[in-house]
Nanobody
Framework: QVQLVESGGGSVQAGGSLRLSCVIS????????MGWFRQAPGKERQGVAH???????SYVDSVKGRFTISKDNAKNTLYLQMNSLKPDDSAMYYC????????????WGQGTQVTVSS
């Protein structure tokens, strides 16, 4: 059974930084495509950043230059470094994973709250 456990959310002032972590177990980690999503109240879930087994990265435009997705294969851990945070970044953040042959993310963490105050 695939399990994803996030940590690292919290409350910060605008301009601050947070690093989210997601430990993934129960799958062949090296075959996973992984990503971070967020959902704010009343808004649709949004893909924020993605990484594939070849370390190809992608970001939604609104976080480019501020957020960095990375992974530590030895620790089976996915990270999201978030710098220059803005109030609009406030949301519940979820890590997700899928077999890269699948068209959709099948595995999700429980979420971690990020709140950015102005």
């Amino acid at each position: 059974q695939v399990q994803l456990v996030e940590s690292g959310g919290g409350s910060v002032q605008a301009g601050g930084s947070l690093r989210l972590s997601c430990v993934i177990s129960g799958y062949i980690y090296s075959r996973l495509c992984m990503g971070w999503f967020r959902q704010a109240p009343g808004k649709e879930r949004q893909g924020v950043a993605h990484v594939d087994p070849g370390d190809r990265l992608s970001y939604v435009d609104s976080v480019k230059g501020r957020f960095t997705i990375s992974k530590d294969n030895a620790k089976n851990t996915l990270y999201l470094q978030m710098n220059s945070l803005k109030p609009d970044d406030s949301a519940m953040y979820y890590c997700a994973a899928r077999d890269c042959t699948s068209g959709q993310y099948d595995y999700w963490g429980q979420g971690t709250q990020v709140t950015v105050s102005s």
